[in-house]
């Protein structure tokens, strides 16, 4: 069974950085593709960033050239840097697993609030 636990979220002003972390437990995390998504209050969960089990990545446009999705196999952990946050980066973050058969596995999600 695939646990994954968010941290990281916080309260920060604009311009500011934030990294999130997601640990995973299990025995899977090093060959399965990890994401982060977010939903905004009353939006859809959408996409923001992905990294492949050899490390290729992928970001909404929104977010390219600000955040940096990493991980690290030996800790079973994936994070996201996330530095000149704008207001509308506001919204619950999710981390997300895809194994290699196709299930998906989701975190509790973490807050991340933008404002002065």
């Known amino acids: 069974q695939v646990q994954l636990a968010e941290s990281g979220g916080d309260l920060v002003q604009p311009g500011g950085s934030l990294r999130l972390s997601c640990a995973a437990s299990?025995?899977?995390?090093?060959?399965?593709?990890m994401a982060w998504y977010r939903q905004a209050p009353g939006n859809q969960n959408d996409l923001v960033a992905s990294?492949?089990?050899?490390?290729?990545?992928n970001y909404a446009d929104s977010v390219k050239g600000r955040f940096t999705i990493s991980r690290d196999n030996a800790k079973n952990t994936v994070y996201l840097q996330m530095t000149s946050l704008k207001p509308e980066d506001t919204a619950v973050y999710y981390c997300?697993?895809?194994?290699?058969?196709?299930?998906?596995?989701w975190g509790q999600g973490t807050q991340v609030t933008v404002s002065s």
């Open positions: 299990g025995n899977i995390f090093t060959i399965s593709t």
């Open positions: 990294i492949t089990s050899n490390g290729r990545t």
């Open positions: 997300n697993l895809i194994s290699i058969w196709g299930r998906e596995y």
